[in-house]
């Protein structure tokens, strides 16, 4: 029979020839790809037991009412997820809220004041690095301005060595002429 629809087998190719659906997992497949290639759609419609090579060595009878029980386990077993979230969730935030009070309040000037110092040695740290990164551009602009102007430079004397080289040999010419 011709398939309706978008399905594809699993061999992965979309062709015209004939198909054949599993009526354990509602599968489309390709009467070539199932060993079925001498049926027409009449000895299709005739198979009566006909179950797709996956499903016949599946130890699950009837994978429609498998997929339906493993839907129905999987919605209960989000909700009692959700739930235990919930609770774990509302105890987290109480205990981050306690810890954070606790911290708070028992907090002294020299906890402060060594939280500042390590800022600033870090802030001191990243601002020197950053002035070594500047200094490791400014030399590489520099190199390659220096390149670029040996290059060009180079360019000119090849450009006047064939000019002298037209001129000597307009002189050659000239002469034996």
């Known amino acids: 029979m011709k398939k309706h629809g978008k399905e594809k087998c699993p061999c992965g190719n979309e062709s015209d020839s004939n198909w054949i659906l599993c009526p354990d ?14 049926l027409d759609e009449e000895g299709v419609k005739s198979l009566k037991c006909w179950k797709c090579p996956r499903c016949l060595i599946s130890p699950y009878p009837n994978r429609k009412s498998m997929q339906n029980d493993y839907n129905a386990v999987c919605t209960e077993l989000r909700g009692v997820i959700k739930d235990e979230m919930k609770g774990a969730l509302a105890v987290l935030t109480s205990t981050v809220k306690e810890v954070t009070r606790t911290v708070v309040n028992e907090a002294t000037p020299n906890v402060v004041s060594s939280v500042v110092e390590k800022t600033k040695t870090y802030a001191a740290a990243a601002e020197q690095n950053q002035m070594k990164l500047v200094e490791e551009v400014k030399k590489a602009t520099t190199s390659n301005e220096l390149v670029d102007k040996i290059c060009k430079r180079m360019d000119n004397d090849n450009h006047e060595r064939e000019k002298r080289k037209k001129y000597r040999l307009r002189l050659c010419v000239d002469t034996t002429a």
């Not at 997992?25 to 001498?38: A, K, M, P, S």
């Open 25 to 38: 997992c509602d599968q489309w497949l390709h009467l070539d790809c199932v060993g079925l290639n001498g």
